[in-house]
T-cell receptor, first 109, second 113 residues
Framework: KNEVEQSPQNLTAQEGEFITINCSYS?????LHWLQQHPGGGIVSLFM???GKKKHGRLIATINIQEKHSSLHITASHPRDSAVYIC???????????FGKGTKLTVNP | DGGITQSPKYLFRKEGQNVTLSCEQN?????MYWYRQDPGQGLRLIYY???????QKGDIAEGYSVSREKKESFPLTVTSAQKNPTAFYLC????????????FGEGSRLTVL
């Protein structure tokens, strides 16, 4: 059983919609990462957080340590947000990262 | 600009051949990682290194080898012993202390003919 579960697996939205992607994990963690993988394959780190909430532009990431759950929100979604969003949890250093399978987001104009 | 560079982007190999994927970073990161990505699966760790001249096996190291002779460089060799080498390979680097976010290369897609 994968220790990191993401939902939904696929998500289609219209431009301007508010997007939420969820990540649940089953083990104690030291940090949680949200990553964005572009269609060409390159991956960019969006957030690394261990508590509370972080915001960067139209992206917001929250984490609830007690419930072992994190959400990634995208406000005013745009077609350029179309990508695969990956959640990963760290149980120590980055060598112990466990990755979710990703959520494929498509934003239509 | 600081970053992490992988090459080649696409590589074709005949069965029985070894191939080496290059990964170079100029971020002054101590830690470097190689991941494999297959369709429908999460990234899996092949090898990692946290210091020059030292590296550790990840979850799927069989059939792969690495070296870390310089801080900036962490090449991955896919040997003929790797049974199913066709995949997308990603290199990443990170600060060790305090733990930092991962920086990824653009990836290398290996196809075995």
């Amino acid at each position: 059983k994968n220790e990191v579960e993401q939902s939904p697996q696929n998500l289609t939205a219209q431009e301007g919609e508010f997007i939420t992607i969820n990540c649940s994990y089953s083990v104690g963690i030291s940090a949680l990462h949200w990553l964005q993988q572009h269609p060409g394959g390159g991956i960019v780190s969006l957030f690394m957080l261990s508590s509370g909430k972080k915001k960067h532009g139209r992206l917001i990431a929250t984490i609830n340590i007690q419930e072992k759950h994190s959400s990634l929100h995208i406000t005013a979604s745009h077609p350029r947000d179309s990508a695969v969003y990956i959640c990963a949890v760290s149980q120590g250093g980055s060598e112990k990262l466990v990755f979710g399978k990703g959520t494929k987001l498509t934003v239509n104009p | 600009d600081g970053g992490i560079t992988q090459s080649p982007k696409y590589l074709f190999r005949k069965e029985g051949q070894n191939v080496t994927l290059s990964c170079e970073q100029n971020l002054n990161h101590d830690a470097m990682y190689w991941y494999r990505q297959d369709p429908g699966q999460g990234l899996r760790l092949i090898y990692y290194s946290q210091i020059v001249n030292d590296f550790q096996k990840g979850d799927i190291a069989e059939g792969y080898s690495v070296s870390r002779e310089k801080k900036e460089s962490f090449p991955l060799t896919v040997t003929s012993a790797q049974k199913n080498p066709t995949a997308f390979y990603l290199c990443a680097s990170a600060r060790v202390y305090p733990p930092g976010e991962l920086f990824f290369g653009e990836g290398s897609r290996l196809t075995v003919l």
